[in-house]
């Protein structure tokens, strides 16, 4: 009996304790299903997201419709489960305060109302926070995303679309904005003012970003030395990019089909290079700031000018190809000492190059000038239009080296110009004025030539200082021959000896000048001489041998 009691009462232990655990499970699955259902509202820490591999949980109520959510927790990741909705009496859905945050928007949407004054993503006074796979629609002014004071962060791979303000930082630095794309701002808002990107702050990256389709501007720079690189700034009604701090870098982007400039740059030495500008109402403007790098860019089929200087000085124009513009392929006005080098301007509607007002000591070196509309000119200046100092006109000092071009017009006063090649100089000393059909044919300079002919253009009529470069330096009796016989002294005058292998010397008219061994000249050639340059007023029976010897060079 003994026996059979000890096995009914391990029976019944055995059986309580089934009936014990059944009823933990149930409490358990209870659990877990309360849990479980409350977990589907929390943020979920995904591998990715963890740079040390250790998983996190943040208990958040995803609910921004009547209140912020604050993400406050240092170095934590949170990863948004649904879509947001904002109320119009709340102005703000999220507000990271904390630094080393990763927010990961999962591909959700925060959506507002439209409420000029609302921030979807808001950050002030923190670092190395990371804000990416939103979508935003229909925030305001102050930005969609809004940082102030933040640096060393990541705005990645977000969508913000038909609000007032697209991404907008402030005073912050070393920045990554990347793969973002900011459309349609402001296309249901109503009024103008919407920037897809607004960087008031210093060494930011703006990267393979979209700015497209907004009723303002694509992209638009206010802090220093930021690199906007490989984005795409497309049909803005504005302007594509506008530069107004210093020292910025627009690289590789394309600019397009926006309503005024494809860059517009406020602000000194910045570089725009390897860029496409194209459809746009104009490609490149500069107004009234200096210094600016323009490099390597293809500038094509805008409605008015490729690029467009409005008093702005010492900026370099490298290696740019300017083609089918329908205005100008460069313009100035009231612009000095700008540098033009290399590239092409072709098939320009107006003109290739017009110079306007008080535009002096500008360079034109190794440049293509083809295809220009036959109506206008590869080179003009009308230094009347829009002077900037009205008693002060003109185009003095400008350069033109190893360049050939066809039709020009130097209008208004004209102005002094030089110029040179590989085989000299010739620089003149008073304006020249006038038109032509071919300038390269109208000014040569060939190996041991000079050549001006002002019987295509009688303002090419004027002293000037030649430099002829590279002579053999072994003449017999060397002089300044003009059209094959000795320059007067009246007419030439030299400032190096002739023997040398560059000689400069001054004319006070045009033909074509050398430099050779003169040699004795023979009767019929004397008296040919002396009737050319000194009729009425020698006698060659009456000069004596020294006179005679002295003109023929003997």
């Given at each position: 009996?003994?026996?059979?009691?000890?096995?009914?009462?391990?029976?019944?232990?055995?059986?309580?304790?089934?009936?014990?655990?059944v009823?933990?499970?149930?409490?358990?699955?209870?659990?877990?299903?309360?849990?479980?259902e409350?977990?589907?509202?929390?943020?979920?820490?995904?591998?990715?997201?963890?740079l040390?591999?250790?998983?996190?949980?943040?208990?958040?109520?995803?609910?921004c419709?009547?209140?912020?959510?604050?993400?406050?927790?240092?170095?934590?990741?949170?990863?948004?489960?649904?879509?947001?909705?904002?109320?119009?009496?709340?102005?703000?859905?999220?507000n990271?305060?904390?630094?080393?945050?990763?927010?990961?928007?999962?591909?959700?949407?925060?959506?507002g109302?439209?409420?000029?004054?609302?921030?979807a993503?808001?950050?002030?006074?923190?670092k190395?926070?990371?804000?990416?796979?939103?979508?935003?629609?229909?925030?305001?002014?102050?930005?969609?995303?809004?940082l102030?004071?933040t640096?060393?962060?990541?705005?990645?791979?977000?969508?913000?679309?038909?609000?007032?303000?697209?991404?907008?930082?402030?005073?912050?630095?070393?920045n990554?904005?990347?793969?973002?794309?900011?459309?349609?701002?402001?296309?249901?808002?109503?009024?103008s003012?919407?920037?897809?990107?607004?960087?008031?702050?210093?060494?930011?990256?703006?990267?393979n970003?979209?700015?497209?389709?907004?009723?303002?501007?694509?992209?638009?720079?206010?802090?220093?030395?930021?690199?906007?690189?490989?984005?795409?700034?497309?049909?803005?009604?504005?302007?594509?990019?506008?530069?107004?701090?210093?020292?910025?870098?627009?690289?590789?982007?394309?600019?397009?089909?926006?309503?005024?400039f494809?860059?517009i740059?406020?602000?000194?030495?910045?570089?725009?290079?390897?860029?496409?500008?194209?459809?746009?109402n104009?490609?490149?403007?500069i107004?009234?700031?200096?210094?600016?790098?323009?490099?390597?860019?293809?500038i094509f089929s805008?409605?008015?000018?490729?690029?467009?200087?409005?008093?702005?000085?010492?900026?370099?124009?490298i290696?740019?190809?300017f083609?089918?513009?329908f205005?100008?392929?460069?313009?100035?006005?009231?612009?000095?000492n700008?540098i033009?080098?290399?590239?092409?301007?072709?098939?320009?509607v107006?003109?290739?190059?017009?110079?306007?007002?008080?535009?002096?000591?500008?360079?034109?070196?190794?440049?293509?000038?083809?295809?220009?509309?036959?109506?206008?000119?590869?080179?003009t200046?009308?230094?009347?239009?829009?002077?900037?100092?009205?008693?002060?006109?003109?185009?003095?000092?400008?350069?033109?080296?190893n360049?050939?071009f066809?039709?020009?017009?130097?209008?208004?006063?004209?102005?002094?110009?030089?110029?040179?090649n590989?085989?000299?100089?010739?620089?003149?000393?008073?304006?020249?004025?006038g038109?032509?059909?071919?300038?390269?044919e109208?000014?040569?300079?060939l190996y041991?030539?000079?050549?001006v002919?002002?019987?295509?253009?009688?303002?090419?009529?004027?002293?000037?200082?030649?430099?002829?470069?590279?002579?053999?330096?072994?003449?017999?009796?060397?002089?300044?021959?003009?059209?094959?016989?000795?320059?007067?002294?009246e007419?030439?005058?030299?400032?190096?000896d002739?023997?040398?292998?560059?000689?400069?010397?001054?004319?006070?008219?045009?033909?074509?000048?050398?430099?050779?061994?003169?040699?004795?000249?023979?009767?019929?050639?004397?008296?040919?001489?002396?009737?050319?340059?000194?009729s009425?007023?020698?006698?060659?029976?009456?000069?004596?041998d020294?006179?005679?010897?002295?003109?023929?060079?003997?």
């Amino acid at each position: 009996m003994g026996k059979y009691f000890k096995q009914y009462i391990i029976n019944i232990i055995m059986k309580r304790r089934m009936i014990f655990l059944v009823l933990l499970i149930g409490v358990l699955f209870i659990v877990v299903f309360e849990f479980g259902e409350k977990e589907s509202i929390i943020s979920q820490t995904i591998q990715e997201d963890n740079l040390d591999g250790i998983f996190k949980k943040s208990i958040i109520d995803w609910d921004c419709f009547d209140s912020s959510i604050v993400l406050g927790s240092d170095g934590e990741t949170y990863v948004l489960d649904r879509d947001l909705y904002l109320s119009n009496t709340n102005l703000l859905c999220l507000n990271i305060t904390a630094d080393n945050i990763i927010f990961n928007g999962n591909g959700h949407t925060i959506y507002g109302t439209l409420n000029k004054s609302s921030v979807a993503v808001n950050a002030i006074n923190v670092k190395n926070i990371t804000i990416k796979n939103i979508k935003i629609k229909y925030f305001g002014s102050p930005g969609s995303i809004f940082l102030e004071r933040t640096n060393d962060s990541l705005i990645y791979n977000n969508s913000i679309n038909y609000g007032y303000k697209g991404i907008r930082s402030f005073y912050g630095s070393n920045n990554i904005f990347d793969s973002n794309n900011v459309s349609f701002l402001n296309a249901t808002a109503g009024t103008s003012g919407s920037i897809a990107f607004s960087i008031s702050s210093d060494n930011n990256l703006i990267i393979n970003n979209i700015a497209s389709n907004n009723d303002d501007t694509g992209i638009w720079i206010f802090g220093t030395n930021n690199t906007i690189n490989n984005n795409e700034v497309n049909s803005n009604i504005d302007s594509g990019i506008i530069l107004s701090g210093t020292g910025n870098i627009v690289d590789s982007n394309e600019m397009a089909y926006n309503g005024q400039f494809g860059v517009i740059i406020l602000s000194n030495n910045n570089t725009v290079k390897n860029s496409r500008l194209h459809h746009n109402n104009f490609g490149i403007g500069i107004n009234n700031y200096h210094h600016q790098l323009i490099m390597n860019n293809t500038i094509f089929s805008n409605s008015y000018h490729g690029l467009y200087i409005d008093k702005g000085t010492n900026n370099k124009i490298i290696n740019n190809l300017f083609i089918n513009n329908f205005g100008n392929g460069l313009q100035l006005r009231n612009s000095s000492n700008n540098i033009f080098m290399g590239g092409i301007i072709s098939a320009s509607v107006g003109s290739a190059i017009l110079l306007q007002g008080y535009s002096l000591n500008n360079t034109f070196s190794n440049l293509t000038i083809e295809n220009t509309n036959s109506l206008y000119y590869d080179f003009t200046a009308d230094t009347n239009v829009f002077p900037y100092f009205y008693n002060f006109v003109g185009i003095n000092q400008t350069i033109f080296e190893n360049i050939r071009f066809g039709k020009y017009n130097f209008g208004g006063s004209g102005g002094t110009i030089t110029y040179k090649n590989n085989f000299g100089e010739i620089k003149f000393l008073d304006e020249v004025n006038g038109s032509g059909m071919n300038f390269s044919e109208d000014i040569q300079l060939l190996y041991n030539s000079a050549i001006v002919k002002p019987e295509n253009n009688p303002g090419l009529q004027r002293s000037a200082n030649v430099t002829l470069k590279e002579l053999a330096g072994n003449f017999v009796d060397p002089a300044i021959l003009k059209d094959n016989v000795k320059c007067p002294i009246e007419v030439c005058t030299n400032y190096t000896d002739l023997n040398s292998q560059t000689v400069v010397f001054k004319v006070t008219g045009w033909s074509e000048y050398t430099i050779g061994s003169l040699g004795c000249m023979g009767e019929e050639e004397l008296e040919d001489y002396i009737d050319i340059y000194y009729s009425g007023i020698i006698d060659i029976n009456q000069m004596s041998d020294e006179i005679i010897n002295y003109l023929n060079g003997c």
